[in-house]
């Protein structure tokens, strides 16, 4: 395991496109909390009837121990960014055929899908981080007295485990299109588009049954924050009610793709 | 002699193209084995099999006498088809990748590498500014990383200039006097020839014949003769050797023997005797490209 580690650390240090992306990743988690922070301080600094209202109704979402909740939420807008990292370490492999040359080389088919899931795990675990140091510095510069900093740290863990999931998606994707541009095309029109149109759909005609497409399983880890949750309190209680249904999903749908990306790779001709 | 790799029946199919069709022959211990074929013949199929690449419908292989696995293939150093490297890693962090996997080797066999193929200058630079014949060299340099006792090259000698050839082909000759075992896949007659000990030959996936090259490749005598009256030498010579054939058009009969039997003095006399006066008499070896032809029926 150690050697795999190691071999994908030489792969990724020194290559140009994963630091830019990683880069670009760093500065939209930070960018849209910010953005949605000024929107909250613009609104609430106003001197009328409505900036007393509104304070009074969601009060500080991004003081602790809310803003774990809130920047996990904003945050996860974002995974299609690194989802690209993802797509271009797999689909590197194949464009270069170096998918080939690590097995000449001595690598079992099973050692080189595991050094992509340690890809995976690599990225999810950066994001996580980022999302750690966001959530910390808006906890802290919203906070007043002594906050009750840590109850809702746990939205790491889910954050972590989403972004796990969705990120796998993108690598199975990747993985099975084998080409970059074709594959980030299928995972951002899935991602923005397609899917939210079928939860949409199943919401109102089949009884919800688009929280168990791919990407929905996962986002339901994480539902809104809790100001929204107020604009309709029957369904944000329901939502925090199935997290914990969703974190078992979310388990087993990313255990099902790994299993699916070994299976393939063990038998297929590369 | 041991076997460092048998075959044994090995067939594989893309759909309805049979590549291969039970392929079975063994490669022995410090032998320059040649697979040979035109393009097409399945011989980059068979060595993609070998290292796991591809997975064979039917047979099966051994190294050493045990079934293929990557700690066999960690042993190895092996070229198959194209040069592949991470374009925006230089020379030598690929080469740490190679290293990484495959065990063989330090870093500072890294740079005796490449000083072997001429890269040691370039070492710093991206793959991706390299030319074919530099990509094709630093390939070779991964082949050669903790010197591998097995070599696996696929045409070895693509994309080099003609000094890049010699160079391997010197480089495979010394592999082969240290006691490496080589097997090289090439549609290069000329290579096999200079360099190879034993060869297989094959054709749209059928093994032809295998074993050593000079058993395999056996270049002729080809004597060619004329007189005034070619068509009555012709029949004259046909008494001496059923294997004569006339050319009309040159006014030329050639008669072969096999290789280092034929004796031009005899036949000389031989005519002379029989009141035909030769104005011409030559001895031709037959050309390798005619008995590999001969051989793949092309």
Redesign the interface.
């Known amino acids: 395991m150690i050697n795999l580690l190691k071999t994908e650390w030489l792969k990724i240090k020194k290559y140009p496109a994963f630091w830019w992306i990683i880069g670009v990743t760093a500065l939209s988690y930070p960018g849209i909390n910010y953005i949605f922070h000024s929107i909250y301080d613009n609104m609430l600094h106003r001197n009328n009837q409505t900036a007393r209202i509104t304070k009074a109704l969601i009060g500080n979402p991004f003081a602790f121990p809310e803003a774990w909740h809130t920047v996990a939420y904003f945050s996860s807008f974002f995974v299609f960014i690194p989802a690209v990292v993802v797509i271009m370490l797999v689909t590197n492999e194949y464009n270069y055929k170096t998918h080939r040359q690590n097995i000449i080389d001595g690598w079992s088919r099973s050692q080189y899908t595991t050094s992509k899931f340690i890809d995976v795990l690599l990225v999810s675990l950066l994001i996580t981080i980022l999302y750690i140091l966001v959530s910390m510095i808006i906890g802290y510069t919203n906070s007043e007295g002594a906050p009750d900093t840590w109850s809702l740290s746990y939205y790491t863990a889910l954050f972590a485990l989403q972004t796990l999931s969705q990120l796998s998606i993108a690598f199975l994707i990747g993985f099975l299109v084998k080409r970059a541009f074709i594959a980030l095309g299928v995972f951002i029109f899935y991602f923005l588009i397609f899917e939210n149109i079928l939860v949409g759909v199943g919401k109102r005609y089949a009884n919800d049954i688009g929280r168990f497409l791919p990407l929905e399983i996962s986002d339901r880890l994480i539902p809104v924050p809790a100001f929204l949750g107020k604009f309709d309190k029957e369904s944000y209680d329901r939502a925090l009610a199935a997290i914990n249904a969703h974190i078992f999903y979310t388990i087993i749908l990313t255990a099902i793709i790994w299993l699916i990306c070994f299976r393939v790779n063990n038998k297929r001709d590369l | 002699m041991a076997s460092v790799l048998s075959l044994n029946q090995i067939s594989k199919s893309y759909g309805p193209v049979k590549a291969l069709k039970g392929v079975s022959f063994d490669v022995p211990e410090g032998a320059v084995f040649g697979i040979l074929g035109p393009n097409g013949s399945g011989k980059t199929t068979l060595l993609?099999i070998i290292?796991?690449?591809?997975?064979a419908d039917h047979g099966s292989f051994f190294w050493l006498g045990n079934p293929g696995s990557?700690?066999q293939?960690?042993k190895i150093g092996?070229l198959?088809e194209?040069p592949?490297?991470?374009?925006?890693?230089?020379a030598i962090?690929n080469l740490?990748?190679?290293q990484?996997?495959?065990?063989r080797g330090t870093a500072s066999d890294i740079d005796e590498v490449l000083k072997k193929v001429r890269l040691f200058e370039r070492r710093k630079s991206r793959f991706n500014t390299f030319s074919l014949g530099m990509k094709q060299r630093l390939a070779i340099a991964?082949a050669l990383m903790g010197d591998p006792k097995v070599l696996v090259f696929d045409e070895p000698t693509n994309g080099l200039d003609p000094v890049g050839i010699a160079e391997i082909r010197e480089l495979i000759i010394e592999l082969r006097n240290s006691g490496h075992t080589i097997i090289m896949a090439s549609h290069l007659l000329d290579e096999v020839e200079k360099v190879c000990t034993h060869a297989a030959i094959l054709r749209t996936g059928e093994l032809l014949t295998t074993g050593e090259v000079e058993e395999i490749l056996v270049d002729d005598d080809v004597v060619e003769i004329s007189a005034t009256d070619s068509a009555r030498l012709f029949e004259l010579v046909r008494q001496l050797s059923g294997n004569a054939v006339l050319d009309q058009k040159l006014n030329l009969v050639h008669i072969t023997f096999p290789k280092g039997t034929a004796k031009l003095d005899e036949v000389n006399r031989f005519c002379f005797q029989n009141g035909i006066a030769l104005n011409h008499l030559l001895l031709k070896k037959k050309r390798l490209e005619a008995r590999f032809f001969e051989l793949t029926g092309n």
């Open positions: 993609s290292l796991d690449v591809l997975k990557p700690d293939r960690k092996s198959l194209t592949n490297f991470y374009h925006y890693l230089s962090n740490k990748i190679t990484s996997i495959s065990g991964a």
